[in-house]
């Protein structure tokens, strides 16, 4: 290979080009969502006690078998997603070790990122989630000791101002004012409407 076609640090001018995609298909100066790169199969991990919600970070921790392979399986994957959904009621009541079905859980759960997680001497798993989306599981499936699932993501509808809406937050505003009388929280945090 010639030297003339070598740059200053000896790599290929071809190598050293990179293919720009055209700025029209970009939006420039926005960020991108979190919630547009999940994948369609994740690790799932059923829950007994209460149900969560996506835009929050949730801290949650779990000493069983299941819980330290789900999240060291899903720790080894490239998109660190887990999705979290609530047992049935029959199927909460029901032993930690035993298989559960699709039947024994609800369909709509969350998706979430684990952030970080730590093992402690007690052998706990302390894992810190952030919660991305909402999800829906087509298909539910145990494999290699962990659930696994392929999901949906549901669109939510764009956030429209009806007059129900604006009815309601009014109404919220008004009695959060009136809360805010007998709290003895400054008055000057409240956002006038």
Do not use: C, W
Not at 59 to 85: K, M, W, Y
């Amino acid at each position: 290979m010639d030297d003339e076609n070598k740059n200053g640090n000896g790599k290929d001018d071809q190598e050293q080009q990179v293919e720009m995609p055209d700025t029209e298909d970009l939006n420039v100066g926005e960020l991108e969502r979190s919630d547009r790169f999940l994948p369609e199969r994740i690790h799932i991990l059923p829950l007994n006690d209460r149900p969560l919600f996506p835009g929050t970070v949730y801290p949650i921790s779990g000493s069983d078998a299941n819980f330290a392979r789900t999240i060291s399986a899903v720790e080894s994957t490239q998109h660190n997603t887990l999705g979290f959904v609530l047992k049935k009621e029959q199927a909460r009541d029901a032993d930690e070790d035993e298989p559960i079905s699709f039947t024994d859980i609800y369909k709509i759960g969350v998706a979430g990122r684990i952030l970080k997680s730590a093992e402690d001497e007690d052998g706990q798993f302390h894992v810190l989630v952030q919660l991305i989306s909402r999800m829906e599981i087509v298909d539910f499936y145990r494999d290699s000791g962990v659930y696994m699932a392929t999901v949906t993501y549901p669109k939510l509808e764009a956030d429209v101002q009806t007059q129900d809406i604006r009815a309601h937050t009014i109404a919220l505003i008004q009695a959060i004012k009136e809360l805010v009388k007998h709290n003895p929280l400054p008055q000057e945090q409240i956002a006038p409407s």
